[in-house]
């Protein structure tokens, strides 16, 4: 699994204080001189989560979770299966929730490609999209989970939105 250099850096701090290595197990976290597992890891989620008022938190839940926020965030579901280590695609799909508008976006998105690969006018491809890529990047917006292109779309809507109001402005 990729890890960021802050983590990387983490980890090297993490292991000049932990103690020993040759009194400590292989395993990289450990509590009380053994290896950290599930029992426990449940166990601290739990209280955690009570100490914050949050309910039903699960290790499960988290990894759950954080498929979900990925492949919403754009994330190709290959890419997540390899950092879930799946070995079936299909059982990486189970744990995720896509949004409709994830969904939709990413049809709408595909569809842009399609229209640019045609030679179809940037105007008549524009005008296709419609209230589904508008629900679909708000959507996005709301959850802070915009793609590039996404992001892009946002950008030029803007700019279309400025110029309309101008031009409200002007024949008012």
């Known amino acids: 699994m990729p890890l960021s250099k802050a983590a990387m850096q983490a980890i090297r701090d993490y292991l000049e204080v932990r103690g020993p290595s040759d009194a400590l197990p292989e395993q990289l976290f450990i509590f009380r001189h053994s290896r950290l597992n599930d029992t426990y890891l449940g166990d601290r989620l739990k209280t ?10 699960t290790p499960h839940r988290l990894r759950h979770s954080c498929a979900t926020l990925l492949l919403n ?15 079936q695609i299909d059982t990486t799909l189970g744990y995720a929730r896509l949004y409709d508008g994830t969904v939709a976006a990413d049809y709408y998105s595909a569809m842009h490609r399609i229209e640019r690969q045609l030679n179809v ?18 959507d996005a917006l709301h959850r802070g989970t915009l793609n590039s292109e996404q992001g892009e779309i946002v950008r030029t809507l803007r700019e279309g939105l400025a110029r309309l109001a101008e ?5 008012v």
């Not at 955690?48 to 938190?57: C, D, K, L, T």
């Not at 006018?121 to 708000?138: C, D, H, M, Q």
């Not at 031009?167 to 024949?171: I, Y």
């Open 121 to 138: 006018p940037e105007e008549a491809a524009r005008k296709v999209s419609g209230f589904g890529e508008l629900i679909a990047l708000t």
């Open 167 to 171: 031009q409200e402005v002007t024949v």
């Open 48 to 57: 955690y989560a009570r100490r914050s008022g949050i309910q039903h938190v």
């Open 73 to 87: 965030s754009g994330a190709p579901a290959l890419s997540v299966q390899q950092i879930l280590g799946h070995k």
